[in-house]
């Protein structure tokens, strides 16, 4: 007789111990997130060299659009933006990027937005700009790069000059 009344109340707190549909899917939630977490890797940061003018002549890089540099006086540019293509160097190299149709249209028909396949581009630019020479404007600019994922692997503010 005692056997059925421990059986018994084995079975009734076994029945206690289950969790709610709700506790069931807050935990299957919380496992699902944890896993995801684990297989994606962190952001790698990238690096960018800047895109001298030999590298300008050698790539045929000579024509209209914008070109982004860390500073007003800066020589070199980090990036420059055309009608068909945008460009940056990284690893000594010259890296094309496919201009994003969809983004906004900048300055000489450049956009803000380009992608490659190792990040996209977005060069911001601020205000109206200023008048430095015949044809060319600089406006206060940050460039930034974005992985698959959409996270920030570079950003810089500079300027941005546009013109031919």
Do not use: H, W
């Amino acid at each position: 007789m005692r056997a059925p009344i421990l059986l018994l109340a084995l079975t009734v707190a076994a029945c206690g111990s289950e969790p709610s549909p709700e506790e069931k899917a807050a935990s299957d939630a919380a496992a699902s997130a944890e896993i995801r977490a684990a297989n994606v890797p962190p952001p790698i940061p990238v690096t960018l060299e800047p895109i001298a003018y030999s590298d300008i002549e050698a790539n045929d890089l000579i024509g209209i659009g914008c070109s982004f540099a860390l500073a007003r006086n800066a020589d070199a540019a980090m990036a420059v933006t055309m009608v068909e293509a945008a460009y940056v160097k990284q690893d000594n190299e010259i890296q094309r990027l496919a201009p994003d149709m969809g983004s906004a249209e900048m300055p000489f028909g450049t956009r803000s937005n380009y992608d490659g396949t190792r990040f996209g581009l977005e060069m911001t630019m601020r205000g109206d700009g200023e008048a430095i020479g015949g044809e060319t404007t600089l406006y206060d600019a940050t460039l930034t790069l974005r992985d698959g994922r959409d996270r920030i692997v570079y950003q810089q503010d500079g300027v941005a000059r546009c013109g031919s």
